[in-house]
């Protein structure tokens, strides 16, 4: 059974930082494509960041110079390197493969970005 599990989040103001981290078991995550994404509030839940399983990365564009996406597979784990954080990137986020698989959606973790 595979599961994921988001750590990591907190109340943080705004320009600080954060490191989420994604940790996987039932699954390699060495071989699969991950992503994360997150939901506001009232909003729709939206991709931010992905890395392949051969380390290429790609970033929503308001994130972009801002967040890091990276993997440790030795840990089984990949990480979300929050820098200058703002209020708008206040939301829950959640990892997941790419492709998405619906079973794997976590609890997520809650950033809360103050003013």
């Known amino acids: 059974q595979v599961r994921l599990v988001e750590s990591g989040g907190g109340l943080v103001q705004a320009g600080g930082s954060l490191r989420l981290s994604c940790a996987a078991s039932g699954i390699i995550f060495s071989i699969s494509a991950v992503g994360w994404y997150r939901q506001g509030p009232g909003n729709q839940r939206e991709w931010v960041a992905d890395?392949?399983?051969?380390?290429?990365?790609s970033y929503r564009a308001s994130v972009k110079g801002r967040f890091t996406i990276y993997r440790d597979n030795a840990k089984n784990t990949v990480y979300l390197q929050m820098n200058s954080l703002k209020p708008e990137d206040t939301a829950v986020y959640y990892c997941?493969?790419?492709?998405?698989?619906?079973?794997?959606w976590g609890q997520g973790t809650q950033v809360t970005v103050s003013s």
């Open positions: 997941n493969t790419m492709p998405l698989r619906s079973a794997y």
């Open positions: 890395i392949s399983s051969v380390g290429t990365t």
